[in-house]
């Protein structure tokens, strides 16, 4: 129970923390940087832990080919910015993987493993096509340490949403669990509507 306890507090204060920063740690340097920058905005943020919240709920090989996924392709994404290649608006398809993916874990849907992987990967993408382009290309850190800056604060985001994952497998936690994804969800839309800020 204290594990619990402990997990959902964690959320809440990142949370909180992400609403009022609003992206602040761009002007970090390097390594620093990179780290803060998944933290400092809800987009990123909520979308990471959502992907180890439903890996837990696909269970199996999902709960770490999930996050692999995510973050290898994230780094792809990276450097597809790098390139100076235009992959579309990142932010609406950033929001729009917070939408999708609030919703599955809000129905606990069960999709084949290869098209979860395949999903999360997508999105992944635009969220490191937007760490690049924001932290490396309009504020000119150094690309290899800005990278490890974020793979690292993603990989913790992604070890949060699947701690607090398996802290609530009993029935009222996965209830807890499903009403969290419609948070998200519910975020996203409201990130939409322009009352909140990424």
Same mark, same amino acid.
């Given at each position: 129970?204290?594990?619990?306890?402990?997990?959902?507090?964690?959320?809440?204060?990142?949370?909180?923390?992400?609403?009022?920063?609003?992206?602040?740690?761009?002007?970090?340097?390097?390594?620093?940087?990179?780290?803060?920058?998944?933290?400092?905005?809800?987009?990123?943020?909520?979308?990471?832990?959502? =992907? $180890? #919240?439903? !890996?837990?709920?696909? %269970?199996? &090989?999902?709960?770490?080919?999930?996050?692999?996924?995510?973050?290898?392709? @994230?780094?792809?994404?990276?450097?597809?910015?790098?390139?100076?290649?235009?992959?579309?608006?990142?932010?609406?398809?950033?929001?729009?993987?917070?939408?999708?993916?609030?919703?599955?874990?809000?129905?606990?849907?069960?999709?084949?493993?290869?098209?979860?992987?395949?999903? =999360? $990967? #997508?999105? !992944?993408?635009?969220? %490191?096509? &937007?760490?690049?382009?924001?932290?490396?290309?309009?504020?000119?850190?150094? @690309?290899?340490?800005?990278?490890?800056?974020?793979?690292?604060?993603?990989?913790?985001?992604?070890?949060?949403?699947?701690?607090?994952?398996?802290?609530?497998?009993?029935?009222?936690?996965?209830?807890?669990?499903?009403?969290?994804?419609?948070?998200?969800?519910?975020?996203? =839309?409201?990130?939409?509507?322009?009352?909140?800020?990424?």
């Amino acid at each position: 129970m204290k594990y619990k306890k402990f997990f959902l507090a964690s959320i809440l204060v990142l949370m909180t923390s992400s609403i009022a920063s609003a992206h602040p740690g761009h002007g970090n340097n390097g390594l620093a940087g990179g780290f803060i920058h998944p933290f400092s905005g809800i987009d990123h943020l909520l979308a990471m832990i959502a =992907v $180890g #919240l439903w !890996a837990v709920q696909l %269970g199996g &090989a999902a709960l770490y080919l999930l996050p692999i996924s995510f973050v290898s392709v @994230m780094v792809f994404g990276g450097l597809l910015a790098k390139l100076g290649l235009h992959i579309g608006d990142p932010d609406a398809f950033i929001t729009t993987s917070l939408l999708v993916l609030g919703l599955l874990i809000a129905f606990a849907a069960r999709l084949p493993l290869i098209a979860g992987t395949g999903l =999360v $990967g #997508l999105f !992944a993408i635009f969220h %490191g096509y &937007a760490h690049v382009t924001e932290g490396v290309l309009e504020q000119g850190h150094s @690309m290899a340490e800005f990278a490890v800056g974020f793979v690292a604060a993603t990989i913790i985001l992604h070890c949060i949403g699947i701690a607090i994952g398996l802290s609530l497998k009993n029935r009222t936690g996965a209830r807890l669990v499903r009403l969290a994804g419609a948070g998200i969800a519910a975020c996203a =839309v409201l990130i939409w509507m322009g009352w909140i800020q990424t």
